[in-house]
């Protein structure tokens, strides 16, 4: 089976050589008021938003030529719309029918479907009749919806023999009933045990996530520890995928290399090359680059793991992204600003914010705030996550880790990617004793149940130790275009976050339309839209509490507008 897994690749790719007879893709139309881009300063050119748009990191979804076969839930071709049902923004120069973000990698008819970092950290902001583009923003897409529905699919494909029928002979043509249908069948099974077993184990049925969110870390757990990191002869881990059911807001981008540390809970060191490497890694297999370490068996008795026995993780793209995204400024408010309210505004945030989020020079970075959650007290969810167990398959059985359920998922997950970054060729940066996890996390909901929290001290530093997660509080430029806010996206616009979490809305509608004076999402949306219903502080760890960040609730209308008509211009 170890060699059957690590020539997975070639055996689809060769057999996508065969199935290169697929119709011709169908050409399909923008919507009529084509996107402005916003100001991101001058070094961010167009040749730079085209790269970021499409550089492929070495995500591996599906063949391509799979996907055209399927049929979506009602019956149409899966392809029909070029994915933006999925809130996914077009892109007319495809050439596969696929949308901005997307990509199609390989020989022309052997594509494998990926998704780039735009795909989720791009956004169109529309408002008064014109559409606006942010780059590097937090994206507007139901990511939970397009990989239940390929699942959906694909499992129609699986169980229904007329459905696997026109399947193999949508790609077989005059080929049906020989080897290469024998080849289809053995692939498209191997690749639907691995894809459903995940999807099925992931996937919330309660308590979707929405548009414009999704549990990354938890994604990114699930596919390291319950598919990549599997024993021969059935490769998977299923005791090892759980519930994503801490959804976060997508973060913004601009600004994030300058962060000590990143990730919602401040979990992931920022500071080093194999920091930095080893997180963008992170994100690559959470959306589906290959990654299935093998056992070497040299001569010289060396039975140590094989980390690129197969992977498809495009490492100097992901450099070259990061360079990308050092260039990347924050979008320039595009409407008109109260140049005086501003000014006074300026003064409110130095009172108010600049604590946690105003700009602290730390050896070249930005010091990045990471407040205890008995502290910010908002939703506790993302920080409990990072306490599960998993069984640490591979790894233990080539003496890499202990067998019993002791690791803890975040610690061996970044000492996995860890271990991936040293063995590549050419990387010889020593590993920074950067965070890994707080072994105790079990006082963590009595800490959540005290009414009596208070801010840190006016001039204190309010950083945890590097292995306690918390919640990062980064630098606020460019705040007005990632609504909606708090980690988990449970709060409309900024001005509701200047209301005690009592006053907030219980429930508002995510989608694309925006609210210049309460600076965020409009009340009305059309178009893709999802309804989130938020929890109060008697809920602190349903994932969706609304709970917390009560600074500044207490100041008046008019200090309250001020400091937004400041926050518009950061």
Request: charged share 20%; hydrophobic share 40%; proline share 7%.
């Amino acid at each position: 089976m170890t060699v059957v897994k690590r020539h997975l690749s070639f055996v689809i790719a060769s057999l996508l050589a065969v199935l290169s007879t697929a119709a011709p893709t169908a050409g399909w139309a923008q919507t009529s008021d084509q996107p402005s881009a916003v100001d991101q300063g001058p070094v961010w050119t167009p040749e730079k938003r085209s790269r970021f748009y499409s550089l492929d990191q070495g995500s591996r979804i599906i063949p391509l030529n799979w996907l055209r076969a399927f049929k979506s839930p009602d019956g149409k071709p899966f392809l029909h719309d070029g994915l933006v049902r999925y809130g996914y923004l077009p892109d007319a120069g495809s050439l596969h029918n696929l949308p901005l973000g997307l990509t199609a990698t390989g020989p022309f008819g052997e594509e494998m479907l990926g998704i780039t970092c735009a795909a989720c950290h791009t956004r169109d902001i529309r408002h008064d009749g014109k559409t606006y583009r942010v780059d590097g923003a937090p994206a507007m897409i139901d990511f939970q919806a397009f990989l239940r529905d390929i699942d959906i699919a694909a499992t129609a494909v699986a169980v229904d023999p007329n459905a696997y029928k026109e399947f193999s002979r949508a790609l077989l043509g005059p080929n049906t009933g020989t080897a290469v249908e024998d080849q289809l069948r053995w692939s498209f099974r191997y690749w639907y045990n691995r894809y459903h077993t995940l999807v099925r184990g992931s996937l919330p049925e309660v308590g979707r996530w929405g548009v414009g969110r999704l549990d990354a870390v938890a994604m990114i757990f699930n596919r390291l520890a319950g598919l990549d990191l599997g024993l021969p002869a059935h490769d998977i881990l299923e005791q090892n995928i759980e519930p994503a059911l801490a959804p976060v807001r997508y973060p913004f981008l601009w600004n994030v290399h300058r962060q000590t540390r990143v990730q919602w809970t401040g979990i992931a060191d920022n500071t080093t090359p194999v920091g930095i490497l080893a997180r963008n890694i992170g994100q690559a297999i959470g959306v589906f680059a290959e990654f299935q370490p093998g056992k070497k068996n040299e001569p010289n008795g060396d039975r140590s793991l094989d980390f690129f026995a197969v992977n498809s993780v495009q490492f100097a793209n992901l450099q070259e992204l990061e360079v990308l995204m050092s260039q990347l400024g924050s979008p320039k408010w595009p409407w008109d600003l109260d140049e005086t309210m501003a000014v006074r505004g300026e003064e409110i945030f130095k009172q108010q914010c600049d604590g946690c989020h105003g700009i602290k020079e730390q050896g070249g970075f930005w010091k990045t705030c990471v407040l205890a959650p008995n502290v910010i007290r908002t939703d506790a969810r993302a920080v409990m996550l990072l306490n599960r167990d998993v069984d640490t398959g591979i790894l233990a059985d080539a003496g890499m880790a202990q067998r019993e359920k002791a690791a803890k998922v975040l610690k061996f997950t970044t000492d996995t990617l860890a271990m991936l970054v040293l063995q590549k060729p050419g990387v010889r940066t020593r590993i920074h004793a950067g965070p890994s996890h707080a072994e105790a996390v079990n006082s963590l909901q009595m800490l959540l149940q005290s009414q009596n929290a208070a801010p840190p001290p006016e001039g204190t530093d309010c950083s945890l130790p590097p292995n306690e997660p918390g919640y990062a509080a980064k630098v606020l430029n460019g705040i007005w275009a990632a609504a909606p806010y708090l980690h988990n996206g449970s709060v409309p616009t900024l001005r509701d976050l200047l209301e005690p979490s009592t006053k907030r809305p219980p429930a508002f509608e995510v989608g694309p339309f925006y609210d210049p004076k309460r600076v965020g999402l409009a009340a009305q949306q059309t178009g893709l839209t999802s309804t989130l219903t938020t929890t109060s502080c008697t809920e602190i760890a349903s994932g969706n509490s609304r709970c917390g960040h009560e600074y500044g609730t207490n100041l008046p209308d008019e200090d309250k507008n001020a400091l937004l008509e400041y926050l518009k211009k950061l």
